[in-house]
């Protein structure tokens, strides 16, 4: 015992028991703390009943000597801990020199095991964690075929140092059957699958392993089809480095359990991980024979663009590629395409399909993205590409005709699916590549023949008004009609169908409107009615006119889609607006009436200023749009 805490046991300053803790604990000795971790002895200062502890940002900490022999361990000079903070460098070296050796030395003195962030928080004072995940990368492969270590097949579970060395090629089938859940099942058979090599001569252990996979698949194919086809396509690259052993792994096959599960085939690949797909696309003719282009063209309603691919190369590998064409070119005019679908064709541009990348298929990107708000997603990857990809909009345009091009631009003024600031960058995409259509913006429409026709002055109250008759028959009454035709063919013959014919013929009225209201908003050009000529007649005034029987009529000559008769508001365009259009005070005109028409003389003409009357019509409509 050193002779300071002989000293002190013998003025009965400290106890006896506790002196002999303390002396593990001289100063310069490492130590570690449950709370505090890793520290070393400073200094005792045992007159004070104390010792000085340098833990990480606690430098000196002092403890009382009864409390410190009782919960710090000391640390010999050759712990790891204690290397790795006196001499970091020379860890580095060993990492560097001899990784197994390192490892080795890491799990003795960490109690046998240790898990990966373990390892790399015990050498964090010798390498970052940049520095450690390469190293250990590299680390790994060593200790797994070094025999001495059970590897982990989760990250989470602990590399375990080994009394006497197991082959590896034995631990990793081991690792299987030790495995109780299908998912760590799959963790082991994918590292099997990436040391095939150390498998060489153990054919007797495959042999073994694969009739497990076998009939662990078997068991899954009803509860869980995707993870028992995972398991069997893991099989099956297994099988195929010992050709020996195929036929014994024949059964069961992945073509049984997908033609077992032909009406669960999307939700089966939505579920088995994008490495994979391929390998089981490439049984569908056999579990399919008679119509597997079918059943993988199916798979496209809900794939994302990894199968979406997949599917394409399928078709192509054998020889169905034209089949494959007409079927989107199909789905496109239908509008029946998905974001994903329309996403991958995007991203294609021409490489597989130029015939299929025009302004067709903007048109059902517009239609895909009203369906994707209609779904209420939040986010929307395929608005994301069409506004983000400068070139997209342009080259889906590129060689159109003028009409084709305007009617596109139409389609995007009035969609309500993307945000009118998106809309005019996209406008000014297509300006830049068809100058002409600048009038489309400014304001200027044009008729068939190019000349200038006459555009739809309105308050912006209606023009609102009439943005939400048309988003609601879009979101709402054209969505509800497409159900209604669904639900109307699930009841049998169409030819007898009076529900199926009254949905259709509902439809082709709706599609009138749509046509109709789209032409109306393109061409209507919103106003405010500021500082209207008074000098006559005109848009935004008021008018009061005397007839012959000296009784007196108020009329306020508002826009197009203007009319509220009890309020005296009149649209320009009605008969009495065109009757009083350009009359100056005290002119006499002739207004329609129920008997032919009637004289009278314009009294007054001033501004229009009681927008609040426009606006409340607005409020009550969506409102009742909102209840309907």
Same mark, same amino acid.
């Given at each position: 015992?050193h ?11 400290i106890?006896? &028991?506790?002196?002999?803790?303390i002396d593990?604990?001289?100063? *310069?000795?490492?130590?570690?703390h449950?709370s505090?971790?890793?520290?070393r ?14 833990? &990480?940002?606690? =430098?000196?900490?002092p ?15 050759e712990?790891i801990?204690?290397?790795?903070n ?5 860890v580095?070296?060993?990492?560097s ?15 046998? &095991? ?7 928080a015990?050498?964090?004072?010798a390498?970052d ?9 590299s680390?790994r492969?060593?200790?797994k075929?070094?025999?001495?270590f ?6 989470t579970d602990?590399c375990?140092l ?5 082959d ?8 299987f ?9 799959l ?5 099997i ?8 001569? &153990?054919? $007797?252990e ?23 086809i995972?398991?069997l396509?893991a099989?099956d690259?297994?099988?195929?480095r010992?050709?020996a ?5 024949a059964?069961?096959s992945?073509?049984e ?7 669960r085939?999307a939700e089966?690949?939505?579920?088995i ?15 399919f ?6 059943k ?7 794939? *994302?663009g ?6 394409? +190369?399928? /078709?192509? +590998? !054998? *020889?169905? =590629?034209?089949?494959?064409q ?5 789905w496109?005019s239908e509008?029946?395409t ?6 991958w064709?995007?991203k294609?541009?021409?490489k597989? /399909? ?11 990107v ?8 209609l779904?209420e997603?939040r986010?929307? !990857? ?5 506004i ?10 590129a *060689? ?8 596109s631009?139409?389609?995007l ?6 945000e009118d600031?998106s809309k005019?960058?996209l406008m000014a995409?297509?300006?830049?590549l ?28 209606s ?12 979101? +709402?009454?054209i ?27 509902h439809?082709?009225? @709706?599609?009138?409107?749509k046509?109709?209201?789209?032409q109306?908003?393109h061409?209507?050009?919103? $106003? ?12 935004? $005034?008021?008018?009061?006119i005397?007839h012959?029987?000296g009784?007196?009529e ?8 203007d ?16 009757? @009083?259009?350009g009359?100056a005070a ?10 032919? $028409?009637r ?5 007054s003409?001033?501004?229009?200023t009681d @927008? ?7 409020h009550v409509l969506? !409102?009742?749009?909102?209840t309907?």
């Amino acid at each position: 015992m050193h002779e300071e805490l002989q000293q002190a046991v013998e003025t009965g300053t400290i106890d006896k &028991k506790i002196a002999a803790q303390i002396d593990r604990l001289a100063p *310069g000795t490492f130590c570690s703390h449950k709370s505090w971790g890793f520290g070393r002895v400073a200094e005792w200062n045992l007159s004070g009943g104390q010792v000085l502890i340098d833990f &990480k940002g606690r =430098k000196g900490h002092p403890m009382q000597t009864a409390y410190a022999a009782e919960t710090l361990t000391p640390i010999p000079a050759e712990h790891i801990l204690a290397r790795v903070n006196n001499d970091p460098e020379s860890v580095r070296k060993s990492a560097s020199s001899d990784p197994v050796g390192l490892v080795r030395s890491i799990l003795s003195d960490l109690g046998g &095991k240790a898990t990966a962030d373990q390892i790399a928080a015990t050498l964090a004072p010798a390498m970052d964690a940049a520095a450690f995940k390469r190293w250990w990368d590299s680390a790994r492969k060593k200790i797994k075929s070094d025999g001495h270590f059970k590897i982990p097949v989760k990250k989470t579970d602990p590399c375990v140092l080994l009394e006497a060395p197991v082959d590896s090629g034995t631990g990793i089938i081991a690792a299987f059957g030790e495995a109780r859940h299908p998912k760590d099942q799959l963790l082991a058979l994918d590292r099997i699958c990436k040391s095939l090599d150390e498998l060489a001569g &153990k054919q $007797t252990e495959v042999a073994a392993l694969l009739t497990q996979i076998g009939e662990t698949a078997q068991r899954l194919s009803r509860l869980n089809p995707a993870q028992a086809i995972e398991l069997l396509a893991a099989r099956d690259e297994i099988a195929a480095r010992f050709p020996a052993l195929k036929e014994a792994a024949a059964t069961p096959s992945i073509a049984e359990i997908l033609a077992a599960e032909s009406a669960r085939l999307a939700e089966i690949f939505n579920n088995i991980p994008g490495a994979r797909q391929r390998e089981v696309l490439e049984v569908l003719d056999t579990a399919f024979p008679e119509n597997w282009q079918d059943k993988a063209l199916r798979l496209l309603r809900d794939a *994302g663009g990894r199968l979406i691919a997949d599917v394409c +190369r399928l /078709f192509e +590998r !054998r *020889g169905q =590629k034209d089949r494959f064409q007409s079927v989107l070119q199909r789905w496109i005019s239908e509008r029946a395409t998905s974001s994903e679908l329309l996403i991958w064709l995007c991203k294609e541009r021409d490489k597989r /399909f130029p015939a299929l990348f025009n302004a067709e298929l903007l048109a059902a990107v517009f239609s895909a993205l009203e369906a994707d708000l209609l779904a209420e997603k939040r986010t929307s !990857r395929l608005k994301d590409l069409l506004i983000d990809d400068q070139e997209l909009i342009g080259d889906l345009l590129a *060689g159109a005709e003028r009409d084709v091009v305007r009617d596109s631009m139409r389609k995007l003024m009035l969609t309500p699916a993307i945000e009118d600031l998106s809309k005019r960058s996209l406008m000014a995409r297509i300006v830049k590549l068809y100058p002409e259509t600048q009038s489309m913006i400014s304001g200027k429409v044009s008729d068939e023949d190019g000349e200038a026709s006459e555009s739809l002055i309105v308050s912006w109250a209606s023009l609102e008004k009439r943005k939400a008759e048309f988003d609601h028959l879009i979101t +709402r009454e054209i969505p509800q009609n497409l159900r209604d035709i669904n639900i109307a063919k699930e009841q049998g013959d169409l030819r007898e169908n009076a529900g199926f014919k009254a949905a259709k013929e509902h439809q082709r009225v @709706l599609q009138r409107r749509k046509v109709e209201m789209e032409q109306d908003l393109h061409h209507a050009r919103g $106003t405010s009615f500021e500082t209207p000529n008074t000098a006559q007649v005109s848009i935004g $005034t008021v008018v009061t006119i005397r007839h012959s029987d000296g009784t007196t009529e108020t009329f306020s000559i508002l826009g197009a889609w203007d009319s509220a008769p009890e309020l005296g508001i009149v649209s320009y365009k009605a008969g009495i607006g065109q009757a @009083l259009l350009g009359a100056a005070a005290g002119s006499e005109v002739e207004l329609p009436s129920e008997h032919g $028409t009637r004289k009278a003389v314009v009294q007054s003409i001033a501004p229009f200023t009681d @927008l609040s009357l426009l606006s409340d019509k607005v409020h009550v409509l969506k !409102r009742e749009l909102e209840t309907a």
